[in-house]
């Protein structure tokens, strides 16, 4: 914080005297993702100065790609067209797609149309592919080479290759003559290999693939799943179309862990702190209504009871603890679940189980807690019969919280819904109006002695 | 799902009449992945069948290093001395310290002395480092090169080294003699690079480092913000003592969002589906206690309005619902805010207008879902004042819920706290004794008109 604040000052400095020397030699020191953190907090003729700046030594287009997608309209808003068409020859055809996304159409076009062919035929096919797809994410940089092709030969093309681009490449794809993947081989088995061994000897012929019309969740899980550093992108005839790779898919891996984890609060992957307030208000609003909803089914249980309540006020009084430490157990459990199967912990065998042990857990929390609440309802209000209805009403809530907490999620996933869809409104729901229904009902049981 | 299942059923059935060669060649065309799937769910005796065969291919410690950690205890102990040191030759030297943490002591230290010493030093390095650490994750196989070492001669000492190990070697680096890292090249630039090109000319002098004993999630935050394949670990003198790469810290990355995405229910990262339930109780105890604490807050606020519910006992049937409704607005905010913060999404110049944005959106969603529930509530029971006060004090409790929501992760981020910290208990808390103290007060004031 306190490094990246003193460099911030100083690029302010340089920038301010017209240094550009010097200001070019600091922002050489920086990496992109530190460079990044800097960028966002400049303005915009102080942005415009440092990108102008690194273009000279060819480094604009890595920041550009590096910094958050929110930025990027702005920023690129104020970069001239001669700028933007240098800094797309500079980056990886999957990020200058991802740029171009940020430019309006009818400029995106006229600097594509620009670009040389063998660049902007690349952006384009990857522009093809919707926003969340698999083919959006990949690189398109790759070479074709044969069974037949040895080791020496290979490493050769490759190397008169990368003179011309960008694209970054970990490894070879084996082609048949259809386009046909047929094996992988990766730099660093080919670097090994004996030079005039063919490359169909040293392939891995059953490679991971996605489909380009695949989500990028999808991508990102067979990258997960099978600890991949590139994954191949294949069309409907297992043609090669394109690369992902795995420092590209970083994020979308953490934002699809996060999704699911805040899904349960009825928070959705589109409700971000940026998300303009009325957008967010319409994407909420539906589990508020649901929330009311279940709202007003507790209530109407209160409402059964009312005629308890006039006779005894303290149940009142007692109504919020209640419902709430029951409302926190589900939640809990509800959490360990959904986290479990997030992360592919949770074996369906195990599931009976694992619903068990939450059942144990909330017993056992919920006599303790119980008890120990009864006992205080008995000290503050008198009455013994109280602390017994209350730590009773208690334990049975508390109980039936890990049940549902834990059963919700898997249930969800037998039926092929998503396990962490609105659990908690749901979980809370049920505690609130058992919770009610178990007190209240109790309550009125032993009204007389109350 | 079906796919594996059949798959399942087949081994099985092979197991069972002995059939060791077609079992051995159906293994053989399952990825490591998906046998650790199947694997899960044989008996211990199939497993010791199953990793017996794989022996004989020589991939039975690439599945051991793929199974569930929580697995590898029962499944290790059914398998012999001769067999346990077949496989902790065959696999990476952090699998084979990972693997050795699931035998017991006197067992891993017998095993570990007949190996040989160029295999069990680079293990024991590894496993001199505590459970979380940087340094418990790191592969110890790579090769010391020097400045002057050139592109030639360094992929020829590659070539041989590669004979002997199954260490996965992506970048080379580049040391002094007192085996300071001086620099790092992917062998991708290395194979690429003219041969008679010395190292120093083609090295990166500034790569990112971690310390080995820094926690494994830094080791993932640093590989996250940079977009690492591989991430060099060195000791207090910067000599470089061993490598991470970004496909074993996948699993890392994923738990660590995961951890922080529950920490917001009172979850720690300690209680787990698989946690024995006494622990899970101890561990979720002081959650409650807290949680009990704040219920108790906010049923003595209840309590201080005993005489106006005596009077209307229908205030205590919509307490549920202005709790609720502001519960469940706080922890959206809260959910949306601690996402943020997780993905690194939010600079501390934005913080207040994102607060702000929070604020506005509960206001907005709070007038719509307070008149509608005023206007059911006059509905109801036919008091317009009624539905008034619950309209007003709904719209006060969501607004402070937006508030409470999005300002208390970020104070305990300004703070230096963990933003997730037991926010949704803090969130429930005020929103639940505010809620009551607006609704109570407010229809106390009128309450001669209810």
Redesign the interface.
Known sequence: MTLSNTKLEMIRRLIRRQLIGPLGKILD?L?A?DLSEIM??LTPEEQRIVLTTLHLSGKAGELLAEL?E?NLREILGGVNDALLHKILTQVQADDAAMLLEHVDRVRAFEVLERLPSMISEKIEEIMRYPHDTAGSMMNTGFLEFYEATTAREA?ES??EY?RDTND???SLYVMDETHKLMGVIS??A???AQPEDPLEEIMDR?P?VVDAFASTEEAARL???????SLPVVDESFALVGIIM???M??T???S??DE??LM???TEQ????TP??R??RS??P???V??L???V???V??LF?KS??QV?????????V???G???G??S???????L??G???R??ALR?VF??V??AI??GS??GV??GL?AYGWRGSPVLGLVIASSMLINMTIAGLVGSGVPLLLKAVGQDPAMGG??LV?AVT?SLG?LAFLGIATMFIGYL
């Not at 990258?223 to 550093?229: A, E, H, N, S």
């Not at 409700?271 to 940026?274: A, K, P, Q, T, V």
């Not at 006020?313 to 603890?321: C, G």
């Open positions: 020191t990496k993702a966002v907090k958050p929110k490493l490759l190397r990368t970054p490449i970990y730099i660093r080919l670097a090994l059953d991971v990258i997960t799943k099978y600890d991949l550093v795995v420092d590209d970083i994020d891996i953490m934002e862990m996060a984890a805040y609060q009825g928070v409700d971000r702190l940026e307030v009325l967010s208000v909420r609003l589990w508020m209504a929330n009311l279940t709202a007003f507790a209530s109407s209160v409402g009312e309540i006039a006020v303290a149940l009142a009084t007692f109504m919020p603890i419902a709430g430490l409302g926190n157990t939640t809990q509800l959490a360990v679940t959904i986290r479990a997030a992360l912990e949770l074996e065998a195990e694992a042990r939450q144990m857990v056992l929390i303790i807690i120990s609440t205080i908690g409104v809370t609130d009610f």
